[in-house]
């Protein structure tokens, strides 16, 4: 019998100068209702389908459901969405299912704005967009709900101030959007290959203020594995009114941390941490932390950075856990940086974490392999159930 994701009931409102479009999720009877809300955005966005097919698609495919949007969807997006985007997917990961998409199709707008966003989270990757394109940029976007929790309010809030410091100092326009589109899609799908269309959901739900939108790359030319944010991939989630540019791939972490060394606005608001301790800004411990730190050291920045420790924990680093393709790439370049600069304790620490990566990658394979297909055919009730006894919030 075949399955249905299907996007309903999809609306827009402003309710005290919040703009929000929200819509109801139904797979096969188990509908949750996934939002997208700012209070800095003009309320143009004129195909309410598009951010839903960017942050569906991935999804569908998993589970290899038709996808049904009941509202409007740009033509190009839906062209691209129902070839091309599902052929990159496919050719990733063979457990995907190439799907059908129904949806009610216009002609792209052509409104032509000229206003440039990136998005900006205050690590290494915006922050060299930022400033490579400090001169065209006219506001930074930063979203609620993706690598910060939604139950987090306090380190949403004090990340908020920080940047919204920076984008002043920059002199930039600052767009927030808050949504639970990440909580509702990690039950079918992993963020590291899911990001990229969730991205592009927040591009199209703000394509009324701005017409072009950077996405700083993670990796360079010389790492396009498999990855949710893509050279080959960004640009395709673009319509005739908006852009996606995938920007950066030319210049590793290290080399966009010299690029930043002696900007003190950046340094002194980097925000890199994902766990987050006690609502820590950064922890200064995980693997991202230490990776940064690591980028800073290599270029003489760390003693100036105002958000991370100016020491490196050589121990923490030999015992990292190397858990995909994306973390190594990242070891072996600052490897590469602490052999060039004579860091000798930095490159005997990072050498042992490299050779330790295969019995970390057994975990990647059994969360992904085993544990996922399990968790996608566990009833709701139960979910519940683990996710209180967890501490983590039930869904309704």
């Not at 190397?322 to 600069?341: H, Q, V, W």
């Amino acid at each position: 019998m075949s399955i249905s994701l299907s996007v309903k009931n999809i609306h827009n409102e402003i309710i005290d100068g919040e703009y929000t479009v929200k819509a109801d999720i139904d797979t096969d009877g188990d509908v949750s209702e996934v939002y997208f809300t700012s209070q800095e955005i003009n309320t143009g966005l004129q195909k309410l389908g598009d951010p839903y097919l960017c942050s569906m698609l991935l999804p569908a495919m998993k589970i290899g459901a038709k996808l049904i949007i009941d509202a409007p969807v740009s033509r190009s997006l839906y062209e691209k969405a129902s070839t091309i985007i599902q052929d990159i997917y496919f050719c990733w990961d063979r457990s995907l299912h190439r799907i059908e998409i129904e949806a009610i199709i216009e002609e792209d707008s052509n409104e032509e704005l000229r206003s440039e966003a990136s998005f900006f989270s205050g690590g290494l990757d915006s922050l060299y967009t930022l400033n490579k394109h400090k001169d065209s940029i006219t506001h930074t976007a930063f979203v609620w709900g993706f690598d910060i929790p939604l139950e987090n309010e306090k380190l949403w809030n004090e990340s908020k101030n920080y940047l919204n410091d920076a984008a002043g100092r920059y002199d930039k326009t600052p767009i927030y959007v808050k949504t639970n589109v990440k909580k509702w899609a990690e039950q079918y799908v992993d963020w590291g290959m899911y990001h990229g269309g969730a991205l592009a959901a927040i591009g199209h739900f703000i394509s009324g203020s701005v017409g072009k939108i950077y996405i700083g790359s993670s990796h360079t030319f010389e790492n396009l594995f498999p990855w949710g944010s893509h050279y080959i991939l960004d640009p395709l989630w673009s319509t005739l009114k908006t852009e996606f540019v995938h920007d950066g791939c030319e210049a590793t972490r290290v080399e966009k941390a010299e690029a930043i060394s002696n900007d003190q606005v950046a340094l002194d608001i980097i925000r890199v941490c994902y766990k987050n301790p006690k609502g820590a800004y950064n922890c200064g411990k995980c693997d991202k932390c230490l990776r940064t730190m690591m980028n800073l050291k290599a270029v003489g920045a760390l003693d100036k950075c105002k958000t991370l420790p100016h020491q490196l924990d050589y121990k923490k680093i030999s015992g990292a856990e190397i858990l995909n393709e994306s973390a190594l790439s990242f070891f072996l370049e600052n490897l590469e940086a602490a052999k060039r600069t004579g860091q000798v304790e930095l490159s005997s620490a990072l050498n042992e974490a490299i050779s330790n990566k295969g019995r970390y990658h057994f975990k990647t394979i059994f969360r992904n392999y085993v544990m996922q297909p399990i968790w996608l055919k566990t009833p709701k009730f139960i979910k519940n159930i683990i996710r209180f006894s967890i501490g983590r919030p039930v869904d309704q």
